[in-house]
């Protein structure tokens, strides 16, 4: 068994039977709706040039979701990534990366249940991409204009991006509670704990942006209207290294860091605890399988067996996320020729 046992709840992916199936149902439509919308119009984001990005970012995102660092006493949380990719490709084309991360965790991880694939999404992938670019294109006008800008607008916007998830999460308990548990207590809790969150995740985000500016200026959309000037004629390097090195981290978050994950339970986890609605998650239908809760079916070393686990998931987000983008954008460009 992974890091994570097969009763935890990671981040705010919540299980099935946390919130009533109309919910369910309901963000499953706006959800399918919002993705449809994002396939239309994520052509005008995705140049050649992006199409590895894509699904470099979807391995990436995958990997650092497995690494749950601990925000206060008896607590962690980890990176939700949608502020990220909306920054480094636009909020279209962050939201279907996010989403793809989040439907393989749900489908071959058994990470977040599979009713709850529309709120999951929803919180996850949509309301991060879209709350923190818009949060990201706000603090950049406060903000000077240069790279320096471009990271603490980032990292900023991507710390409220995961505040936003949470209060996401709180009204849609509002309208499907499965437990008497009053909404100004879940919404205090999710806010006050995801908030914590929050700065883990501005300051890893601010990181990769930071790192990806200084390697490829050209592929972050969040600094595409910055003249080179601004950004003090910083280094770059090939596509094909870049993209490289990118996987590399991936792979290396996934087969080595992800083993020194903090344990305990994260942000939703804690506080399904500390106001008893726990009890309401209902088992994953996908619990057996191969690598389900991180883990590889078969395998008795526990590192070993995580590191299985990790390099398929990194493997598996990168094909499926630079596979849409590639065929995506080929549709489009023999559609309008």
């Known amino acids: 068994m992974g890091p994570y046992g097969a009763d935890v709840i990671v981040a705010l992916h919540a299980p099935d039977g946390f919130l009533a199936p109309w919910v369910a149902l309901a963000t499953g439509v706006i959800v399918v709706l919002i993705l449809g919308l994002a396939l239309r119009a994520s052509a005008e984001e995705l140049g050649d040039r992006r199409i590895p990005l894509a699904g470099v970012s979807a391995a990436f995102i995958f990997a650092a979701q497995m690494l749950n660092f601990p925000v206060a006493s008896g607590t962690t949380g980890h990176l939700l990534g949608g502020a990220l990719a909306a920054i480094l490709l636009g909020p279209w084309v962050g939201s279907l990366v996010v989403a793809i991360v989040v439907v393989v965790q749900a489908l071959v991880f058994a990470d977040g249940g599979l009713t709850a694939l529309g709120y999951n999404t929803l919180n996850m992938a949509i309301v991060p991409a879209f709350g923190g670019w818009a949060l990201f294109r706000g603090f950049r006008r406060l903000l000077p204009a240069n790279g320096s800008g471009v990271v603490g607008a980032s990292a900023l916007a991507a710390g409220a ?177």
Do not use: C, K
């Open 161 to 337: 991006s995961v505040v936003l998830a949470a209060m996401m999460f709180s009204i849609e308990w509002l309208f499907g509670a499965t437990a008497p548990v009053a909404f100004d207590r879940v919404f205090g809790a999710m806010v006050g704990v995801h908030v914590l969150i929050g700065v883990g995740e501005g300051l890893i985000t601010g990181a990769v942006v930071g790192a990806v500016l200084a390697a490829r200026t050209d592929l972050v959309i969040g600094a595409a209207d910055l003249a080179p000037a601004d950004l003090a004629e910083r280094p770059r390097v090939g596509a094909r290294t870049f993209a490289l090195a990118s996987l590399l981290v991936a792979l290396f978050l996934a087969t080595v860091v992800s083993q020194f994950a903090a344990s305990s339970p994260d942000g939703l986890e804690r506080v399904a605890q500390d106001h008893g609605f726990a009890d309401t998650a209902e088992e994953h239908s996908l619990a057996d399988g191969l690598f389900a809760d991180y883990a590889t079916r078969g395998l008795d070393n526990e590192g070993l067996s995580l590191a299985v686990a990790g390099v398929a998931g990194v493997a598996l987000t990168l094909i499926v996320g630079w596979g849409l983008a590639s065929a995506h954008r080929r549709v489009r460009i023999s559609t309008t020729s």
